[in-house]
C-alpha cells in the first residue's frame, strides 16, 4: 500500500549533510605542534536526526633539508582523530569513556617512486628535480585527496560531542633532530603541517512543511 511505499522510499533515501563544524588546521610541525591553539579540543553539535558522522581533512607535509627526518615533506606523519560524546548534566558536562579514533597516516613519503606511480592519477610526469619522490600526502601537479574518517559507532545523535586530534611521528610528538652532514639541503625549511578538517554530520534531507492554504478572498461586487 501507500504507507509501505513511503517507508521503502525513506530507507533508500540518500543521507544529505545536515551540519558541519571547523575543526583543526596545521602548523609547525616541531615539538610544539600538538600545544599549538590551533590543535585544542573542538566541542561539536550533532544534530538528533543525524544518522552517520564523519570527519573530513586536507592534509600535506611540507618542509625538507632541516632536520634529520627530512620532514615534513619526506616523512610519514600520522594524524590521529578521536571523536567522544558529551552531556551536560546540572550543569557540568560529562565526556564519554568510549570513543571512536581514526588516523590517517601520510605513507610512502620519501619512497623513491611515490609520485612516479601516481602519473595514472594524475600526477604530471618529467618534471624538474625529484618530482619523482614521495611526498607527504600530495604530489608536484596532483591534487591532494580528501580523507574520510567514519566515527558514527560513538555518536548519540542530538547530544554534544568533543573532538581531538594529534599529529605524530612514529607513534610520538615530533622533537626535529638537526640535521648533519652530506644528507642535508643547503636550502630547504622547517617542517609543517597543511591541514584544513571538518566534523560533517549526515542524515534524511528534511521535508518541506506543507503549505497553509490562504484564506478565501471575498469577490467584488
Given at each position: ?7 521503502e ?7 544529505t ?61 600520522e594524524h ?36 612516479a ?33 567514519d ?9 554534544e ?6 599529529g605524530?611521528?612514529n ?19 622547517p ?6 578538517s ?19 478572498q471575498?469577490?467584488?461586487?
Amino acid at each position: 500500500d501507500d504507507d509501505d511505499e513511503e517507508e521503502e522510499e525513506e530507507e533508500g533515501e540518500a543521507l544529505t549533510p545536515l551540519h558541519s563544524t571547523v575543526l583543526f588546521s596545521g602548523g609547525n610541525f616541531d615539538g610544539t605542534y600538538n600545544a599549538q591553539p590551533a590543535h585544542k579540543p573542538v566541542q561539536v553539535y550533532v544534530p538528533a536526526a543525524a544518522q552517520r558522522v564523519e570527519i573530513h581533512a586536507l592534509v600535506s607535509g611540507h618542509g625538507w633539508g632541516r632536520d634529520a627526518a627530512d620532514c615534513a615533506e619526506f616523512c610519514e606523519t600520522e594524524h590521529r582523530f578521536t571523536f567522544r560524546s558529551m552531556a551536560l548534566v546540572g550543569g557540568e558536562r560529562f565526556v564519554s569513556r568510549g570513543h571512536a579514533q581514526q588516523s590517517h597516516v601520510l605513507a610512502g613519503a620519501g619512497s623513491e617512486l611515490g609520485c612516479a606511480l601516481q602519473v595514472s592519477e594524475g600526477v604530471t610526469p618529467n618534471q624538474y628535480g625529484t618530482w619523482e619522490y614521495g611526498r607527504a600526502g600530495w604530489c608536484p601537479g596532483g591534487a591532494v585527496l580528501p580523507w574520510v574518517g567514519d566515527v558514527t559507532a560513538h555518536v548519540v545523535p542530538g547530544l554534544e560531542g568533543v573532538v581531538t586530534y594529534q599529529g605524530l611521528y612514529n607513534g610520538e610528538e615530533y622533537e626535529p633532530t638537526p640535521c648533519e652532514g652530506a644528507q642535508c639541503a643547503s636550502a630547504g625549511y622547517p617542517a609543517q603541517i597543511r591541514m584544513q578538517s571538518l566534523l560533517v554530520a549526515y542524515g534524511p534531507r528534511p521535508r518541506p512543511s506543507a503549505g497553509r492554504a490562504l484564506p478565501a478572498q471575498d469577490e467584488a461586487s
